[in-house]
């Protein structure tokens, strides 16, 4: 009896808590009058803010509405998702700002540009805010949040609305990742009941993998602002600097059992480029959101837990480009209505609470509009001052053997608004020559100087050892490229023509279409995409194994171990389709496929050898699901699909004991999913056989435990029992077993099939956690291993870097079957172009290792 009045009592306060709590008075400000005319939130998408989650084409339909029927607003697109789904923002202002946009705008950007900054004027000018709302997909109160933004711009009249508008330019993204929130969207309103459930063990507050916070291939949209690797944040990215806003907010959640988050976040992990006047700032909005909640009555903190020093997140881009960055972190719902330590946490109490640092964020920029925009004036200017004082003039970049690396790294740099130019003149350092003709110089002496400085300069020094995120991110090392700061004197007739697009190779053909035999180089990083595309069309290729010279149309040259060779007579094709089929494939990837007359070569292997060997064309599976890391997972999903345009099965665990594996010749293990015994002897059956098992990161551990492979882990150092810690200490202690993202070098055999497309012995990597393998003392299978001082940039302590040294990065298991094991990061965040091709490798080449065991003899 007594259960069942408890049971009774939770359901009538879950209704009186959500029937208290529907209806935009509930969020609005007292004392305001709308305009009748403008459809309130609920007419549209069919619900009240906050009753269900909006899915994103409802919230994009009346983003769209109050475009078409006030004068107040303007839908700006600036991108498709990968799924499709249109990125943009609502441009807010009064109608006689409206009138006058464009000049506003260009304006405003004046004020960034050193060059005539000094003249601008910035009497009645408008500051600019940006208001980012939900990066991930099921941070969803933000999104949802967004609604009563723009309704409460667009309808609200009166004086204060009137002082927004006149003296503002909001813009309003709505959703800034719109297929994690359709997916997170649809999740919970599928498992919300009539009676809402308020346990959080319940389905709907739990996900299925992978979850909505991701999109659509599993990458965190909130680390992309550096790498700039989805549509989404390149459109975001050019939408900013199309406007360049004083304030940028990032609006977040955390978890549920916590209370309200808004910046300065932990002052000791400030990033050392970001001027100290950006954080001064900062802490003067901050009280505005103090005041703001305090009227609502919600709990908030500061100065804990979150922190800048990561340039590439929604909240810290901004800080690196003259503007205010705020990020907001809501206890997150996760659903509609959950029970918390504190009581119930509602979805609309969420929504309400984004909603006010919004309206406290429109408060601040008003008020502070002058200092602001004095900021970002100052901000470039001093850039320039900076800049001449530095002994360093700019960095010289050689394209080296990858040419489309070098196109996408400058495209990168472009995107950025950072200045490249051809190199003027050829310089030699340290052993690497730098040409004019295949060079770029980056100047020290531009307004981005601050952002130049952390993308090149690697650091291995800090203030604090606890980071929120990354500890580097020195982007020519990403790409494999060799580059050198240019000091003083030396920078004289550096600067060069000025790059204005990606210097991206065109590709072709060379030879007669009749040729005996096509070749091409495995240097490229597209190489892997145009074997994919030839084994497509049915054509036979073959890789080298050993180098070689003969003569192409041009003369004699050199090809080196992986080289590709497709033979005319072995393709039972006529002569012009295999041309036509090789023009098509050179002119996509950008490479050079060079024809030859005959199969004898001057020196090395000839074209009929052995070490030729005949490639199979890859069919891969890739485990996913419960176990495997999402960002892991969708890192090789997108280089194999996105990048190389490769068929990839995506496979649960749970699919293991009964999917027919005869059908793949290369599996993936990329984390430590539950299967049963069945599904293990399977992959072992199968690996004997001749599939290719591939252990990835976490995927050796699997691999491991289920004895497909021998492996000696380096296990973390435990704190002497002797040292006395305090409780308080245990974060700092924590950085003793973890490596926070940072940047080594290893050396590599270019003869092994793993290494195959690499020109020089030492080779970057990124390594994102404190795993560390035993060398077992086979050289020939363990083609890549830190060297015995490997930190080039980054965080790493000293018990870390003694485990690190002269460990594994990548080998092959001997045995029945060929397990090849990558122990760490080779696809990070998409950007590591660099240590891309050794995966690939993997995939392409693992075949070939049952073939030749002589590497490196």
């Known amino acids: 009896m007594m259960k069942r009045v408890l049971v009774s009592s939770v359901i009538i306060i879950v209704s009186l808590i959500m029937k208290a709590q529907t209806g935009l008075s509930y969020y609005l400000p007292d004392g305001l009058t709308f305009d009748k005319s403008v459809p309130v939130p609920a007419s549209f998408i069919g619900h009240e803010v906050g009753e269900w989650h909006v899915t994103h084409d409802k919230l994009l339909g009346y983003m769209k509405l109050l475009d078409n029927i006030s004068g107040r607003a303007k839908w700006e697109e600036y991108g498709r998702s990968w799924e499709g789904r249109p990125l943009g923002q609502l441009v807010i202002t009064s109608e006689k700002n409206m009138a006058r946009l464009e000049e506003i705008r260009l304006e405003h950007l004046r004020l960034s540009d050193p060059a005539v900054s000094g003249t601008v004027v910035t009497d009645g000018m408008p500051v600019i805010i940006k ?94 602002y550096i790498m700039l690797q989805h549509p989404e944040t390149v459109g975001r990215v050019e939408a900013f600097f199309r406007w360049m806003p004083n304030i940028n907010t990032d609006h977040h959640e955390m978890g549920a059992n ?67 960055g705020i990020l907001f972190e809501q206890a997150g719902v996760k659903g509609h209505l959950r029970e918390v330590p504190g009581g119930l946490l509602s979805f609309p109490f969420a929504i309400r609470n984004q909603f006010n640092v919004s309206l406290s964020t429109i408060e ?114 990403a790409f494999n490229l060799s580059y050198t700061p240019v000091n003083g004197s030396e920078a004289a007739g550096m600067a060069g023509e000025r790059v204005m697009s990606a210097p991206m190779p065109e590709g072709g053909l060379t030879g007669s279409s009749s040729s005996y035999a096509w070749l091409f180089e495995w240097t490229d990083t597209y190489a892997p995409k145009a074997l994919n595309m030839i084994q497509k069309a049915g054509l036979i290729a073959r890789v080298a194994a050993k180098p070689f010279t003969i003569s192409i149309e041009t003369g004699e040259k050199t090809f080196g171990h992986g080289t590709i060779m497709i033979h005319s007579g072995e393709n039972r094709r006529s002569q012009d389709e295999i041309t036509g089929i090789l023009e098509n494939v ?23 050898s052995n070490e030729l060997i005949p490639l199979k064309m890859p069919s891969v599976m890739l485990v996913i699901d419960e176990g495997t890391p999402t960002d892991d997972a969708g890192e090789i999903w ?99 077993h973890s490596i926070p993202g940072s940047i080594f070098m290893t050396r590599i055999d270019l003869t092994h099939p793993l290494c195959f497309g690499y020109t020089r012995e030492y080779l970057p990597v990124f390594k994102s956690d404190a795993t560390a393998v035993m060398f077992s003392g086979d050289t020939h299978n363990s083609p890549v291993r830190y060297i015995s001082s490997p930190l080039l940039s980054g965080y790493c302590s000293k018990e870390n870097l003694d485990r690190i040294s002269n460990s594994v990065f990548a080998c092959v298991h001997g045995g029945p079957g060929r397990v090849i094991s990558i122990y760490d990061d080779t696809n990070f965040r998409a950007i590591w172009y660099g240590t891309a091709r050794i995966f690939a490798n993997a995939v392409f080449f693992g075949q070939a290792l049952r073939q030749e065991s002589r590497y490196g003899q």
Request: with cysteine; charged share 20%; net charge neutral.
């Open 364 to 477: 601040a920029g008003l008020t502070l509009r002058t200092k602001l925009l004095d900021m970002q004036r100052e901000f470039y200017l001093t850039a320039l001052r900076e800049a001449e004082s530095s002994p360093i003039k700019g960095y010289v970049i050689s394209a080296g053997d990858d040419k489309s690396a070098a196109g996408r790294f400058i495209e990168n740099l472009l995107r950025h608004r950072i200045e490249v130019r051809r190199c003027g003149r050829t310089i030699t350092r340290n052993g690497v020559t730098y040409s004019s003709t295949d060079s770029y110089f980056v100047p020290s002496r531009q307004k981005e100087y601050r952002f130049v400085r952390s993308l090149f300069e690697p650091v291995v020094t800090f203030k604090d050892t606890v980071f929120y995120d990354i500890s580097t991110w020195v982007l020519p090392l």
């Open 131 to 224: 208001l980012g709302y939900g990066v991930h997909g099921n941070e969803s109160s933000a999104q949802n949040a967004s609604l009563l933004t723009a309704y409460y711009l667009v309808a609200g009249q009166g004086p204060e609305i009137d002082r927004i508008l006149d003296n503002a330019i909001i813009l309003v993204d709505p959703c800034l990742n719109p297929d994690g929130l359709q997916r997170h969207s649809t999740w919970v309103n599928m498992y919300r009941g009539t009676t809402l459930t308020t346990d959080p063990t319940g389905r709907e507050f739990n996900e299925a993998w992978p979850g909505g916070r991701t999109n659509h291939y599993w990458f965190d949209l909130n680390r992309d």
């Open 586 to 608: 050179a002119r996509e990837c950008g490479i050079t496929i060079h024809g030859v007359s005959t199969g004898l070569t001057p020196s090395g292997i000839d074209l009929g």
């Open 258 to 324: 916590s209370t309200f988050f808004f910046q300065p976040g932990v002052k000791s992990r400030n990033n050392p480029m970001v001027p100290e006047a950006n954080q001064e700032l900062t802490a003067e909005i901050s009280k505005y959101h103090a005041r703001q909640l305090d009227s609502i009555g919600s709990l908030y903190y500061t100065e804990e837990s979150f922190d800048d020093y990561y340039l590439g997140k929604g909240s810290s881009y901004p800080d690196a480009h003259g503007s205010i």
């Open 638 to 736: 997108h280089l194999l699909d996105a990048r190389y345009g490769m068929q990839v099965t995506l496979i649960p665990a749970s699919r293991l004991a009964s999917a027919r594996l005869s059908r793949y010749n290369v599996i993936i293990i990329a984390g430590n999913p539950s299967v049963p015994q069945s599904a293990v002897d399977n992959i072992r059956d199968w690996n004997r056989e001749g599939g290719t098992l591939i252990a990835y990161k976490g995927g050796n551990r699997w691999v491991a435990a289920n004895g497909l492979a021998a492996i000696s882990f380096i296990e973390n150092a435990s704190l002497p029992a002797t040292m006395q810690r305090k409780y308080s200490e245990k974060w700092p202690d924590r950085a003793l």
